[in-house]
């Protein structure tokens, strides 16, 4: 058995996959928190227990937003208290399909705290790499409603990827994100030279905000019109020749 630590064993006697669900919410939220003293108290002598407790088999998670409970949840929060970069385990988690959603956003939420200045961009990437398994984004999106409009920029640079796959889910995120990302989808729409990207930023601001994508075709448009005309020259022995020029000199 992985859990080999007495506070891990006792978690999962009450809230692991062979223990039987609690009748009452409010009785195991209560239950959950002494659990959660214990375990945090432990948490560095507990370290590779929690690690082996997460990469291990799914567990329940009990209650619902924003108060979930689950072993999982409190070993996400137990290894960020032992300290050290756990970044590997928690994006093995992140990334798992077989793990229920709030067990994945937490994990996700733990590499954004790891993460320091460059938070949003890792959180960005791991929505854009780890989370294409969701056919709904919204409920993805909505575990990090205090980070919506900032994580529209980190994501947004996923559309210039080369990768189709990632282009997609970059643009599905920021369709999930939805009115928040609409500035930013029509500036890409407005000046972006880069086909692949503008073509994705179409299509998720059609979605987000049509009108939006009307103004941002009309001033585009408009930008194109009113842009110099660029003349072509060829240099020529004698001298250089303008387009209408080019026959006379063509033997």
């Known amino acids: 058995m992985f859990a080999r630590h007495p506070a891990i064993t006792a978690l999962l006697r009450e ?7 609690p009748v009452d919410p409010a009785s195991a939220v209560e239950r959950y928190e002494a659990h959660r003293a214990s375990l945090l108290a432990a948490a560095r002598a507990a370290r590779a227990d ?3 407790l997460l990469d291990g088999p799914p567990q329940p998670v009990l209650g619902a937003a924003p108060g979930w409970v689950g072993a999982k949840l409190l070993a996400v929060d137990s290894l960020l208290r032992a300290g050290g970069d756990e970044t590997a385990t928690f994006t093995r988690l992140a990334a798992s399909p077989a793990e229920p959603l709030p067990v994945r956003l937490r994990a ?4 954004y705290e790891l993460a320091g200045d460059d938070g949003l961009a890792a959180l960005a990437a791991l929505l854009v790499e780890a989370f294409a398994d969701h056919a709904d984004l919204r409920p993805v999106v909505a575990g990090f409603n205090g980070l919506r409009g900032e994580l529209v920029r ?3 640079g996923h559309l210039y990827a080369r990768d189709r796959a990632k282009r997609q889910q970059a643009r599905r995120l920021l369709v ?7 500035a930013a989808l029509a500036e890409i729409v407005q000046h972006s030279e880069d086909a692949f990207a503008r073509s994705d930023a179409e ?4 979605m987000v905000d049509p009108t939006a994508l009307d103004v941002a075709h009309g001033a585009r ?3 194109a019109a009113a842009a110099p005309k660029r003349t072509e020259v060829r240099i020529t022995l004698s001298g250089l020749q303008r387009p209408a020029e080019w026959g006379s000199s063509e033997m």
Do not use: H, K, S
């Not at 809230?15 to 669900?21: H, L, Q």
């Open 15 to 21: 809230f692991g996959t062979a223990a039987d669900r």
């Open 50 to 52: 929690l690690r082996a």
């Open 108 to 111: 996700a939420q733990a590499i």
């Open 154 to 156: 980190p994501i947004l």
């Open 176 to 182: 999930a994100i939805g009115p928040p990302a609409a």
């Open 203 to 206: 299509e998720a601001l059609a």
């Open 221 to 223: 448009a408009e930008a």
